[in-house]
């Protein structure tokens, strides 16, 4: 009996011993935040996986790994089934509000050619920005109710304004604020943490099975997956933005999807952007 | 003494474990619904709700609307199931995530 005590006592000991030590280390090697470092990773992790697929050409997410899928896509492209939410959004952006004054008003350079600048971080207000929180920001500064984050108007006019940047690399910069930091950390944090009863994360799929199959999709490499959007999708049956695309892949892991342009979503969307700096604006895109 | 005392609860719980299951009360629901509700409002508090556990939820209300609450605790102790494995998933990915992380 009394062996039996001294063996207990000495293993909770040792486990304790363990836990401290696991802590000390853990105390004196804390991860440090470091963009740049994650962003030469990520693409190396991709060029790597994928050494046939030119750097730009990742952009085209499913097309650019798929050679039947990428013929049937520039087919597609002669007519792209984002055609008519395009020349709708172009109407949409020219129009003036009820006060006369129009997107253009909002945005520098006019909102012409800026989509590669977004996400942002704004300092003043400490928060990230997207180009569909700012154009909403715009239409209720200028009187206008809000426009849906998921379909609609903002694809249309988000995919004008994309239209508008395609070829200009992604520009995306993190300034020297701890709250920027702390924003695209958070973004990094979502990314890779499992959620939903599939116990999936956004990596999983985007990057642990990039090039894989879902039944008949095949799945998106997560760098330039920002560049394409918004998108129109099969099947949608239509465009979605980048809150709709996160939304309904928050869905497919039987997640409870986060309210459009939560802190959340704006966060991975600075993430993923910042990732893809350099490589050029594609959207308006077309997946299955 | 005291395993011989252990192993005639373990007997007692065995045969009444084991016995016709009594039909579920209208108040075995609404205890089951409310600790449901609770482990999932813990869930919503991590940002991590799952669709599941929504669907068990309004199964058991649908249930229990027309009578049957048999059915609607099982649905209820379902979604508390869901609601507690995904307070489990959110509480360990905080550090687990990293383990994904390209570096």
């Given at each position: 009996m009394r062996a039996r005590t001294i063996i207990l006592t000495a293993a909770a000991a040792l486990s304790t011993a363990a836990l401290a030590c696991f802590a000390a280390s853990a105390i004196a090697a804390p991860d440090t935040i470091d963009p740049v470092a994650d962003a030469k990773a990520f693409r190396k992790y991709f060029t790597d996986k994928f050494?046939?697929?030119?750097?730009?050409?990742?952009?085209n997410g499913p097309y650019s790994m798929n050679a039947d899928m990428r013929k049937q896509w520039e087919d597609m492209e002669q007519f792209p089934p984002y055609e008519f939410a395009l020349e709708a959004g172009k109407e949409m952006f020219s129009k003036p509000f009820k006060n006369g004054k129009t997107y253009a008003d909002c945005?520098?350079?006019?909102?012409?050619?800026?989509?590669?600048?977004?996400?942002?971080?704004d300092e003043k207000e400490g928060n990230v920005i997207t180009l569909e929180l700012a154009i909403n920001r715009c239409r209720e500064v200028n009187g206008e109710a809000p426009l849906s984050y998921m379909k609609d108007e903002m694809a249309s006019l988000t995919a004008y304004m994309a239209y508008t940047s395609r070829g200009k690399p992604m520009d995306i910069k993190i300034p020297n604020d701890p709250r920027a930091l702390a924003a695209y950390e958070d973004g990094k944090r979502y990314f890779y943490t499992r959620r939903g009863q599939l116990n999936f994360?956004?990596?999983?799929?985007?990057?642990?099975?990039?090039?894989?199959?879902?039944r008949a999709e095949t799945l998106a490499p997560?760098?330039?997956?920002?560049?394409?959007?918004p998108i129109y999708r099969s099947e949608w049956g239509g465009m979605g933005t980048t809150s709709r695309r996160l939304v309904s892949c928050n869905s497919q892991t039987r997640a409870v999807p986060l309210e459009p342009q939560s802190d959340e979503y704006r966060d991975v969307e600075y993430f993923l952007s910042y990732v893809a700096?350099?490589?050029?604006?594609?959207?308006?895109g077309s997946r299955p | 003494m005291s395993t011989i005392r252990n192993m005639a609860l373990a007997a007692v719980l065995l045969v009444l474990g084991g016995g016709p299951a009594l039909a579920a009360s209208e108040a075995d629901y609404k205890a089951a619904l409310a600790a449901a509700e609770s482990a999932e409002k813990d869930a919503a508090t991590l940002r991590n709700r799952w669709t599941t556990t929504e669907s068990a939820l309004a199964a058991a209300k649908k249930a229990a609307a027309t009578g049957d609450f048999e059915a609607a605790t099982a649905s209820a102790k379902q979604a508390e199931a869901l609601a507690k494995a995904s307070i489990f998933q959110a509480s360990s990915e905080k550090e687990r995530w990293k383990d994904m992380e390209i570096r």
């Open positions: 050494p046939k697929v030119k750097l730009n050409d990742f952009v945005f520098s350079n006019g909102g012409i050619g800026i989509r590669q600048n977004y996400p942002y971080f994360s956004c990596a999983s799929c985007h990057v642990q099975s990039a090039g894989e199959h879902i997560a760098l330039g997956i920002m560049n394409a959007l700096n350099g490589l050029p604006i594609s959207g308006p | -």
